[in-house]
Every structure is written in C-alpha cells, then in structure tokens.
C-alpha cells in the first residue's frame, strides 16, 4: 500500500507544533499501525531526520501507553481496539492519514504525538484506592460472598486501560467515564463502601483541578473507549456523588 | 566470594515461620529516618513500594514508562496459583511447592519454593481486601481454573485480564502512599546505574526519559523488581520497552547473574506473519483447557495449506496428527509449556507445519464447540443432532470462556476462531534466570535486593502458568518487606547517604560517557538493525533446541555484533530531550552483553533441563525415546556468574541445589 501521512510534530512542550506530509510505500495489511509508524521512523532516521514520537509498550492493547488521534477518532477507525491492535488492513491503498495527539487541557503535549497524562495519577491519588495494609491476616478471601452480577460488573468497570481516549473523543475533554469507572468498580463491592462518600468527593475535586470539563451525555466517550467502558458507570458516580453531598 | 544461600536450619515446613520470629525488626520512628529506592512498578515492585510506605519507610520508586500502572506484568492473562484448596480437590502448600518443584525441572531451591507455596494464600486475601475483582461463581465464592502441568484447580483469574486486576490493585496500593508522600513517584525515569558505598548497595543513577536530566539518588537499600530480559530475541511477548538494563549494570557492579539461559518458549503465541513484525502476541494456555493442537498427518497435506490450495476444515479427521494427544496420552494438550513448545517445533520442522511460513501449527476449537454445543442443547431441550444449532450454541459458550482472546486473534490474523482453527507457534515469554539472590532475596550485593522476574529463584528450568503473577506478589507483599527490615535495622543510625560523595561522581560520569558516546557515534544504521539481527542469532542458536556447535557460533557472532554496534550504530537526536532512539540503544548495548552470557551459560549446561534442551541430552531409547534428558549427577546446581569485564571472561560459581524433601525423578508426562 502507499499511503500519505500527515502527522503532528512538535519539538517540545514550550514549541508551536505543525501538521508534516510524509509519504509512505510498501505498508502490508498485516502490519498494526504501530508497525507502520515504525516503518516510517527507520525511514526517517536512515534520511537523518528524527523520528516521530509516541507512546507504546505493550503492542497488545492492555497497557494504555499508545494515544492516536487517527483521522479524527482516538484510536482510529475500528471499535474496541487501541491503537497498537489497528491494522493497515482497514486502510486502502491511496489513502491519506491524519494523526494527531490527544488534546485536552488536562493532556499537554510533551513531543509529537507523546501527551502528559500524569493528571490522571494525581485523580488516582486522590481516592482510587481501598485503604487495607498488607499484612498476612488479612480475611479470608472467601469471608464475603459478592454476588455475580455485582463482581462482573465491577470487573468490567475496572478493564479501563487509562489510555484517555474518552477525554481525547469529548468536545468538554471530560474525564468522566475514567473517573467513573474506579468509582464505580469499588462502589459495587463491598469492601468499597467504607471510603465511597471520601473518594467520590476527592476523586471529582481533583478531576475538576486538573482541567478537565463536564459531561453533556454525548456518549463519544463510549463509542471510541477501547475497552467499552459503559456510560452507565458516569449515571452510578452521578449517583455516588449527590449521595455524598447531601451527607458531606 | 562464595555462594551461601542463607536458607534458616530446621524442617522446611518451619523455616519462614523460625526466620520471621527471628529477625530483627526496625520501629516505627526509626523507619521514617530510612529511605528505599525501588526500580520497577510491576506486580513485584509496585506491591513492594506500597507495603515498604505503609511500614513507614520512605520509599522512591521509579517507573520508565509514563504510570506506574503500564508495566509489563498488566498483561498478564491467564491467572494466578493459590494453594486454598477452596475446591477441595486436594490441593496444599505442600502440593503447591511439590508441583512447582517438578514443573521446574528440580532446578529450584526447596525452601525458597516452600516460602512461596506458604504464602500464596495471603495473595488472594490481600487483593480480595484491595477490591481486586476476581471471577465468582453464583454462590458468590472465588472461582478457579486448571492450568497446565498440575491435577488440581488453584487459578484464580479475572476473564483474561488477571494480570491488570492484580497490578492495578498494586497501583491503588502504592496511589494511596503516593498521595500520602510516603511514596515519591519517578515516572519516565530510567536507571543506568547502581552506586556502591563501601559495598552496599546505596543508590541509582537515573535518565529522566524527557528532559534527558541524568539524575542522582540515594537510599538505605535498593530493590529491583525490573522484570525479564526476553527482549534480547527481538521478537518475544514481552513489552517494547522491557529491558534488561537494571539488572545488567547491577551485574556490572558485582551482583552474579544466574541461569541466564533458562527461558520460556511459550507455546501458544501468533504466529510471526513478516519481517515487519515488532511483538509477538500470546493467547492463554487456558486454551488449551479447550483447544486441540494438530497439524496434517500427511505432508502434501501441509505443502497445499501453505500454498493456499487447501483449507484445514477440509482436512479429513483421520488426516489429522494431535501429536500432543499422540504422544503424551496421560496429559494430552495440557502437558507444560517447555514440552508443548518442543513438541511444535518438531513437527514443523519436520515438514507438517501450516501458515505461508511453515511455522504454524493449529489450535482447533471445533470438537469443544461441538462438546458444549450438545450439552447446552439438552439442557434446554433442544434438538442435539440439529448440527447449525448446535454449533452455534456451543460457539457462545466459547465466546463466554474465551471471547477477549478470540476478538484479539481475529483483529491481528483477520481469521474468524470461531469457524477455522487458529494457528499458533512457540514464542519467548518469560525468563527463569536472573540475578542470583539468597532466600532474603538479596544479590550478591549488599543492600541491593532483587524481586519477581528480575530474580532466579523460584521456578528452575520451567515455570508452571500462573506462577509468575504469584511469585511478584509474594516477593513484594510478603517476602521482601521482612527480609529487607532484617538488613535495614543495621542502618538506624546510618543518616541519610549523600550524594555527593566520589562514588556517585564516579557513576554518574559513567552513565554520561556512555550516553555521550552513543549520541556522538555518527555510525550508519538503526538501532533496530542491530536487535534485529541479536535476536535471529538467538532464536537460530540459542532458542528452543540447542547444541554445542551453535552455541559456540552464537558466543563469536554476537561478540562481533557489539563490536559493530558501537561502530555503527546511528542515533539521531539530542540528549537533553526525549529521545527513544537514545534510550533504545541503551538497552540493547546490554542485550549484547547479555546474549553472550545467554549462550556461555548455555553451553556450559551440556544437559537438558525445563526450557533449556541441549541436543546432545536426550534418552536414546525406552519409553522416554527422543525426551528430554537431565544429568543430576552434573549439573544439579545453580550457575551464578560474575562479571569480568567482557561476558566471555564471566567466572561461574556452583550453588549446589539440595533436595531434602523431594526425590529427583524424570519428569514424565507420558
């Protein structure tokens, strides 16, 4: 396949970044997208150019390091996948790429395609946690029954990668379906309820503190959510919250 | 420097508990005076920073990629062992250590197994407690799998994201000391160095990835919970980013490097599709709960797969080889990894195997489908010799068991699971050896610890599925944060360690010639050009079947490739900015170093043993015909290696392996 690239570069947090045209031939429809950007980064360092930076570790879709904005859609065209598992196959022969960094406000932009998403530790910090110190008498595993529905629920609220492509796909870059869903995961077990009015508060300050916007229901978080995050964890937060209020 | 284990006197079933009551203990006030530097945040390093801050230490952990919840071990699939027999299907701690021992090729240390096996239990308490959400069954209670080369079910497992739930549980940990402070968080930042303070262990020299700062830390002990080296074949399951850098400049420093050679080929990957490949994908041995493994019993057959002139569903059942089944009746697809894996490339490389490459082989879910399919048809009254229904009710069962993998295969090979088998093939994914450590899990440093797959202790020539998760946890959460108290309650007067002192500026230039000489190289080609090449010679020399000759080759040609490297070797960019291409030249200047250990080590086991099979080793008649052969008389001990400068200079110490409670057996799967 030849393909036309154009692609977001900027030297550095402080420097005015700009859209470049990289042409590009030979790309298999076996190769991930990654392995293309690779590709074209060989390409560049043989020419004696730098090549462009991105995140990506695992290639595997688990780790939530790779954060494309592909032709306009975080991730790029198929649902459910993250960057690193998007194949050139859906991709045509011709066609012209564009890719861009996540932009937000919370997300500054470090080099290239490469954002700082340090902001969503700190909303970690504030309340993403069960306060239990390890020690070896801990109770057994199997003292509190959890229902299944229930656990498969908080598992699936717990799958979130932190990728960021919910705030990357909302108009207000809200983080709300992050947010949410360790919210969520830990309002649906028991051991979560201790901490629920202190972390939802914290979490949602800190939220707001870090730049991020509201939520208007779009729902676009949900559709490119490589993970398939629900929406339904953003209406239990909503719920978790104005219960805490009212007992704050 | 002779090797002494440490293992505490008595019967093993007492051991931890005699140690624990024994040890010295640091209080609470003394311990705020004391700091520990942990490198690494996954499941080993994040639940040992969290545990060491909530005992009151101040802890600096440093991660190189941009949150301490992207290590590798999130990917993680399949599950992890716990002797609870919650079951009741006889499981035991005794059970547990016995069947890691066997798995292992009785290449491990009994007490250190022992340990393990002890404290597995207060795993799953632990990460229960963290709001980690394992599956349930309807009654509520935790759920279990079987894994491979064991009887019993003691996998606990999230779907197929057991890995993520437990390291997130770990990052919730650690996010609670870091909003507290007692956890000060270095993310981007990788380490170059270890710096040694009248020979202890006192600090790190780091790169913050983004500025290219090289930095200067100092602590009372240092721990690393760095992960596996598999990156030296290029192409393994392991993330793009792990390395073996940390555990490579701690060798450098004096810390022995033991079994080198002992990796695992994991059986059930993606096949490599080109030379464009950058990672290899697993898919779960849970599979093989499930799926059959076989290639076409006639070789025409295979020749018309691999031209494109014949599909496996059209291969009659007669015409099929499950050379598993065929030769390991008693354990069938579930034998343990190092033997599946083998067993592929055998036929392969017989001229059976599928894919354009030939180096494929299939993992067919038809007959499940077909299993489950009838059964879900009577207990709904349905029509069981409708074959359309039952196919599709048996094909939703699988979606249920297996479905986030199906969708992964389907997404990178663009083949349905569900209606042709998958094809798979042996890939590196785990590696046993690593930094030799005594039962405190201390290296051969003082002061400088080692934890999880950075370590070589516990699972010999082979590790058993979903024992790597339980061995990081138990390290970090239960293990280390005794043994490291013992060592520290020496340090309560010590103050805190300058940096200032030659020995940092000895280091820290160090770290800087290095980079200066990497960027100012001028060579001519890509860093990837040279890892490429260091892992085809490994994979050809040094991967599933060894020997002699090959392995001698292998010393030579990678020998000659570092040379070349450091001739060669471009990287454009700066050094006072983020720069990948920098870091990754890092990383493989000491994969070549390593990978000639890899081979030394290798050639120096002249038997074969868990994933290490050296051709000359195999039984030459009996049952056991063609299997691998271990030699107990010889090479019953641990290969720990000092470095001497170049790797081929690198002085072997013996640590003889004593089994006291296990009898050394051939390992048969018959």
């Known amino acids: 396949m030849k393909l036309t690239l154009k692609i977001w570069r900027q030297k550095n947090a402080q420097a005015k970044g700009q859209m470049v045209t990289y042409p590009i031939d030979g790309i298999d429809g076996d190769m991930s997208f990654l392995e293309m950007m690779d590709v074209l980064n060989n390409e560049l360092i043989n020419k004696g150019e730098e090549p462009v930076v991105f995140d990506h570790d695992c290639r595997e879709g688990i780790c939530g390091s790779c954060s494309m904005f592909i032709n306009g859609e975080a991730h790029g065209p198929d649902r459910l996948v993250t960057t690193c598992q998007l194949h050139m196959r859906k991709f045509k022969d011709g066609d012209t790429i564009t890719i861009e960094p996540w932009r937000a406000a919370g997300f500054p932009v470090i080099k290239d395609l490469m954002v700082d998403r340090s902001s969503f530790d700190r909303i970690q910090h504030a309340g993403g946690f069960i306060s239990i110190n390890t020690s070896g008498n801990t109770q057994d595993a199997n003292a509190i029954p959890i229902e299944k529905i229930d656990a498969d629920a908080a598992f699936d609220a717990a799958t979130c990668i932190g990728c960021g492509a919910c705030v990357a796909s909302c108009k207000n870059s809200s983080a709300m379906l992050f947010v949410s869903a360790k919210v969520s995961q830990f309002a649906l077990l028991p051991q979560g309820q201790v901490e629920a009015t202190d972390r939802v508060l914290n979490m949602v300050k800190q939220m707001d503190e870090e730049g991020f916007g509201n939520c208007t229901n779009t729902g676009a978080c949900e559709v490119e959510c490589p993970k398939g995050i629900s929406l339904e964890n953003i209406a239990r937060m909503n719920r978790e919250y104005l219960a805490a209020s009212l007992k704050g | ?670």
């Open chain 2, 1 to 670: 420097m002779a090797l002494d284990s440490k293992i505490p006197q008595g019967p093993l079933a007492d051991k931890w508990t005699n140690y624990k009551n024994e040890i010295n203990l640091v209080n609470p006030a003394n311990k705020r005076l004391i700091d520990v530097i942990v490198v690494g945040t996954g499941l080993a390093g994040g639940s040992a920073a969290a545990t060491l801050a909530e005992l009151g230490y101040n802890v600096k952990a440093f991660c190189f990629q941009d949150s301490p919840r992207r290590a590798h071990s999130i990917a993680a699939q399949g599950g992890i062992n716990a002797a609870k027999n919650y079951q009741g299907d006889g499981d035991s701690t005794y059970r547990l250590f016995y069947d890691t021992v066997k798995g292992g090729d009785y290449r491990s240390r009994e007490a250190n197994v022992y340990r393990l096996a002890e404290v597995s239990a207060n795993i799953i308490d632990q990460c229960v407690a963290q709001g980690v959400p394992f599956a349930r069954d309807y009654g509520g209670l935790l759920d279990n799998r079987s894994f491979g080369g064991v009887l019993v079910s003691r996998t606990f497992y999230a779907k197929g994201q057991t890995g993520q739930q437990l390291l997130l549980g770990a990052y919730s940990a650690m996010n609670r000391q870091i909003g507290r402070g007692k956890i000060k968080m270095y993310n981007r930042h990788e380490m170059l160095d270890i710096v040694k303070v009248d020979g202890k262990a006192r600090g790190i020299i780091t790169r913050n990835l983004i500025t290219g700062e090289i930095e200067r830390h100092s602590a009372h002990a240092v721990v690393l919970g760095t992960g596996g080296y598999g990156n030296v074949f290029y192409l393994s399951t392991n993330a793009m980013g792990s390395n073996v850098t940390a555990a490579w400049k701690a060798h450098k420093r004096g810390a022995y490097f033991a079994n080198p050679c002992y990796t695992q080929i994991h059986p059930t990957c993606i096949p490599v599709s080109g030379d464009h490949q950058s990672k290899l994908t697993l898919m779960s041995e849970s599979l093989r709960n499930d799926g059959r493994i076989w290639v076409p019993a006639k070789k025409e057959d295979a020749i018309a797969i691999r031209e494109g002139r014949l599909k496996p569903t059209e291969i009659k059942e007669e015409d099929r080889d499950y050379y598993l089944e065929r030769r390991y009746p008693a354990f069938g697809n579930l034998v343990p990894r190092d033997v599946a894996s083998r067993a592929a490339k055998e036929r392969c490389d017989a001229g059976f195997g599928v894919n354009k490459t030939g180096e494929a082989v299939y993992l067919d879910f038809a007959s499940a489908i077909q299993r489950y399919g009838k059964e879900q048809a009577y207990v709904r009254h349905l029509d069981a010799n409708d074959a359309a229904l039952v196919k599709k009710l048996g094909q939703e069962v699988v979606k249920t068991k297996y479905g986030n993998l199906f969708q992964m295969y389907e997404k990178i090979v663009d083949q349905d699971p569900y209606n042709t088998p998958m094809m798979i093939y042996p890939a590196v994914h785990y590696t046993m050896g690593g930094l030799w450590v005594d039962y405190n899990l201390q290296t051969s440093v003082e002061g400088l610890y080692a934890i999880g797959e950075a370590n070589f202790s516990d699972h010999g020539a082979n590790r058993l599925g979903a024992s790597a998760l339980m061995q990081g946890l138990a390290d970090g959460y239960f293990v280390l944060p005794y043994t490291i108290g013992h060592y520290l309650s020496n340090d309560i007067r010590t103050g805190p360690i300058s940096t200032d002192s030659k020995e940092f500026e000895e280091a820290e230039q160090n770290v800087r010639k290095q980079v200066g000489a990497l960027i100012n190289n001028n060579g001519s080609k890509p860093v990837d050009y040279f890892h490429k090449k260091l892992g085809k010679i490994m994979w050809n020399k040094c991967g599933m079947s060894r020997n002699a000759t090959d392995l001698t080759e292998a010393i030579e040609e990678i020998s000659a490739l570092r040379k070349e490297f450091y001739n060669e070797v471009r990287v454009p960019g700066g050094e006072d900015e983020y720069n990948e291409e920098l870091a990754k030249a890092l990383r493989v200047a000491d994969f070549l170093e390593l990978g000639e250990l890899f081979a030394k080590d290798a050639l120096t086991r002249n038997e074969s043993c868990g994933g290490h099979f050296r051709e000359e080793s195999v039984e030459l008649d009996g049952p056991q015909k063609g299997e691998a052969l271990r030699d107990d008389e010889n090479f019953t001990f641990v290969s720990a290696w000092e470095y001497k400068g170049e790797p081929k200079d690198a002085v072997l110490h013996k640590e003889e392996l004593i089994y006291e409670n296990i009898e050394l057996k051939q390992r048969s799967y018959k």
